[in-house]
T-cell receptor, first 114, second 116 residues
Framework: AQSVTQLGSHVSVSEGALVLLRCNYSSSVPPYLFWYVQYPNQGLQLLLKYTTGATLVKGINGFEAEFKKSETSFHLTKPSAHMSDAAEYFCAVRTGGSQGNLIFGKGTKLSVKP | DAGVTQSPTHLIKTRGQQVTLRCSPKSGHDTVSWYQQALGQGPQFIFQYYEEEERQRGNFPDRFSGHQFPNYSSELNVNALLLGDSALYLC???FGRGDDRNSPLHFGNGTRLTVT
């Protein structure tokens, strides 16, 4: 069965600093992995996804993530944090079933200090 | 191009009551999935509808039921509400049954349900 673990429920960085949000997954089949962002009182917006091929995935708003099979990780990074990046971030794995629903981690709330 | 729209945005109900939440998928999408997001948690999959049938279901009791209409819109019904049903209910749409595991979900802004 697939599962997702996000390390750190709350991460705080200074504006301009590196953002690193950690995600580890468990999957018995090649995983399809996603990062979503949720701003207050809004739904989820897709940041990036890994399906097959290149292990370094670039997404919107300057975010990227690297799929590391040996470490079963899919950490999200951004070189320089901006105040507008403050939000909650969710890592998700798509199940192996044909309908492919998502299994989400518990989320990491990112705070950006001026 | 309208995205996923949900109504109402907020709802307050009393324990034991029944509630219906509505979702219109993104234009061109024919599959609707529902998720429950409790406070401080990630979304949890409730069920998915395609061709007006429930195709997959998560670990939710029968009190949770749904429907999909010919225009692909969908309803989520919850009977005999419990305090623990208080959550943000998210609707997500996609194209196809999801056999293409690349097909991303597009989420609505959700309905905030409070059960008192």
């Amino acid at each position: 069965a697939q599962s997702v673990t996000q390390l750190g429920s709350h991460v705080s960085v200074s504006e301009g600093a590196l953002v690193l949000l950690r995600c580890n997954y468990s999957s018995s089949v090649p995983p399809y992995l996603f990062w979503y962002v949720q701003y207050p009182n809004q739904g989820l917006q897709l940041l990036l996804k890994y399906t097959t091929g290149a292990t370094l995935v670039k997404g919107i708003n300057g975010f990227e993530a690297e799929f590391k099979k040996s470490e079963t990780s899919f950490h999200l990074t951004k070189p320089s944090a901006h105040m507008s990046d403050a939000a909650e971030y969710f890592c998700a794995v798509r199940t192996g079933g044909s309908q492919g629903n998502l299994i989400f981690g518990k989320g990491t709330k990112l705070s950006v200090k001026p | 191009d309208a995205g996923v729209t949900q109504s109402p945005t907020h709802l307050i109900k009393t324990r034991g009551q029944q509630v219906t939440l509505r979702c219109s998928p993104k234009s061109g999408h024919d599959t609707v999935s529902w998720y429950q997001q409790a406070l401080g948690q990630g979304p949890q999959f409730i069920f998915q509808y395609y061709e007006e049938e429930e195709r997959q279901r998560g670990n939710f009791p029968d009190r949770f039921s749904g429907h999909q209409f010919p225009n692909y819109s969908s309803e989520l019904n919850v009977n005999a509400l419990l305090l623990g049903d208080s959550a943000l209910y998210l609707c997500a749409s996609s194209f196809g049954r999801g056999d293409d595991r690349n097909s991303p979900l597009h989420f609505g802004n959700g309905t905030r349900l409070t059960v008192t």
